[in-house]
């Protein structure tokens, strides 16, 4: 019997916005909201579009279905644009973060081993204390009666905490306010997401005073961390038990790379602890900021889930149902830049290797027949049983065999903060001005400014 599947369509045939002669869709892509013009489309066109940037054609895909699958099938099929991992590679950073193919099986074997020696334990009470310090910044500031803008906070939290967890370095950043490696990466990522917008290399032959700048804030935080890397070493030549039990990822990687007769050079611990410390502050201090934004605007979730918390227990599924839906309606990665490596078939079209791919992860989120009421801010609908929303939300940590080995520290911070804010603060908007959502590589909420309240009887 004849096949009756229709052969699949070129990607010509994908309905897409107008785009401007010679530059196409390029100069539409808003520089911080690119993400909503991007949902805008989706809205209009569907879940399968095409844009035009230059002289090359890019698909973009809202599908979640498609996105999974696209995600899935890394890095057999598809990796990451390889204009980042270029980027990347001109800064001098290769880490498990950015690599592709072979560098990052390695990177990804030797690092997966790091993180399940048993070190998170012995963390614990360091991440007690540095919560401790956000507790007690939150509380001057409800005492004072001052409004603050808590993704300053929270940034410098997950520093703190990142910094101590990967180099056993305490920054202490919530205190100090200030920190000899903050200042350099408050600079490095707005520099990767600039040079990402620009097709042509330029910093390699002529360099900018911006570029400038970020040859020493690279210089900065190369010589800071290769000192960490030098104690460690010094640290585990002088107590071999480290060699069981390390107490940060830096002493894991060293220890972990021994005994796999891989050892990683002192330059691939700096790269993978940069790429841990920026990955785990941005992405982690954005979702704490945004479920913080929700909390603040609906009163009786920060009572439930004071409840929840002053009850105590093993769990709290309240608490987890609002991380989902922060995670949902605010993903701090709400799209996805990827390329094809081979010839395959989508949503009915052939897509060609060396096609370009864009993942808009949230329109899915947002649609009403999968998530009723899919825009509002609804965590209880997290807590039904025969709710299949797992296999359709969006992806904060990706999918598939690049899904984020840092997930279960930022959950950890994220769950951590929570409940302390639930059990000893209410928290409400300073000021009824909207909070637009920034985006480069993370979706920030700008100018989210939030007043804090001592609850009766914390102290």
Known sequence: MPDSTPPPKPLSALPGPRGWPLLGNLPQLSRTQMHLVLERWAQQYGPLYQLRFLNKRLMVISDI?????????????????????????????????????????????????????????????????????????????????????????????????????AFGYDANALETHEDPIQKHLSRILPMVSRRARIPVPYWRWIKFKADRQLDADLEGVRG??????????????????????????????????DEDGSVFSDHDIFSNALGTLVAGEDTTAMTLAWMMYFLAGHPEAQERLHA??????????????????????????????????????????????????????????????????????????????????????????????????????????IRTVAAMLARDFRISRADDKPVEESFAFTMAPKELQVRFERRAGEC
């Open 65 to 165: 279905e498609l996105c999974r699958r696209v995600l899935r099938e890394r890095p057999e099929n598809f990796r990451r644009f390889p204009a980042f991992e270029r980027i990347i590679g001109d800064m001098g950073l290769t880490s498990l973060f950015s690599s592709e193919g072979e560098t990052w099986r390695r990177q990804r074997r030797v690092f997966m081993r790091a993180l399940n020696i048993h070190h998170m334990a012995p963390f614990l009470p360091k991440l007690e204390v540095i919560t401790g310090r956000l507790r007690s910044l939150w509380q001057r500031a409800a005492d004072a009666g001052q409004p603050v803008t808590v993704l300053d906070d929270v940034m410098r939290y997950t520093l703190d905490v990142t910094t101590r967890f």
């Open 224 to 257: 800071y961390i290769e000192g960490l890397i030098a104690d460690a070493r010094a640290r585990i030549a002088a107590d071999p038990s480290l060699k069981e039990k390390p107490t940060n990822l830096i002493e894991a990687l060293l220890v972990t790379g």
């Open 308 to 413: 929840e918390v002053v009850a105590g227990g093993s769990d709290y599924p309240f608490l987890e149902a609002v991380m989902n839906e922060t995670f949902r309606l605010k993903p701090v990665a709400p799209v996805f830049f990827l390329h094809a490596t081979a010839n395959v078939e989508l949503g009915g079209y052939a897509v060609p290797a060396g096609t370009d791919l864009v993942l808009a992860t949230r329109p899915g989120a947002y649609d009403d027949a999968e998530f009723p009421d899919g825009r509002e801010f609804r965590p209880e609908r997290w807590l039904v049983p025969q709710a299949n929303y797992v296999t359709r939300a969006p992806l904060p940590f990706g999918h598939g065999p690049r899904l984020c080995p840092g997930r279960n520290l930022a959950q950890l911070e």
